[in-house]
């Protein structure tokens, strides 16, 4: 592992201890989940195995996949890192790492969605869909395990959240709750939203089609985006229209969602 996974993992154990001071009857949580581990890795395996896990599949076998995931693909723990800093840095809620980690739904989904995606690429279809589906079950979050979700991603709330198959999500972006990067019908092959890097996509906004959100843009809440967004602009309505160019070049990372509309012109 990195150094910065190495220090993050330090500064999440270090809170979990202060807070067993504080909170004694999380003690025996806190110690189960976060103290007694060494490193992220097996601590995050078995914090989602145990949220995902059924009688009918066990968590045993689903830390089994998540550890295996991580020795496989060290990237994923990079990731999980740097959604994890991205969560505290832009979610005034977010103040502690342990808590993002442990209570906060949107992060816990991306990580489980990460193990369906590396599926889906290995060929395990099955089994990437059982995880979509208890993805969707626990957290109200559905995302097709073909999509490609890139790292530093905040999913705000998440709840009702849906990204289609051929959707590509690039870096630092920042998604609220209820957004949706679907398609526009039954039509079939590359059919969903491509999202570029820094883009902020407000609560409830559909974006549809095979279309472009360029890079630092921003979509207003409730929007109904049907066609492409240029760079730098902020689109809002149904249908969505640009209302002006961004105040920031990387709106996820400011989570303004204030609009600003430009002056009328007085007759």
Known sequence: ???????????????????????????????????????????LAMLLSVKLGS???PPQVLQELFEGFYRQSPDAIEFAISDLVATQQRDPAAVNYFEIMLFLKGYQALQSYRLAHWLWKNGRHSLAYFLQNRISEIFAVDIHPAAVIGKGILLDHATGLVIGETAVVEDNVSLLHEVTLGGTGKESGD?????????????????????????GAKVGAGSVVLDDVPAHYTVAGVPAH??????????????????????????
């Open 55 to 57: 009688k009918h599949f």
């Open 191 to 215: 059919r969903h939203p491509k999202v570029k890097n820094s883009v902020m996509i407000g609560a409830g906004a559909k974006i549809l089609g095979n279309i472009v959100i360029g890079e």
């Open 1 to 43: 592992m990195g150094t910065d996974v190495s220090n993050i993992w330090s500064a999440i154990v270090d809170e979990a201890r202060r807070e067993c001071d504080r909170e004694p009857e999380l003690r025996m949580f806190l110690e189960q989940h976060i103290v007694r581990y060494p490193e992220f890795p097996p601590a």
């Open 242 to 267: 640009i209302v002006g160019r961004t105040e920031s070049p990387a709106p996820a990372l400011d989570m303004n969602q204030r609009l600003v509309f430009p002056d009328k012109k007085r007759g």
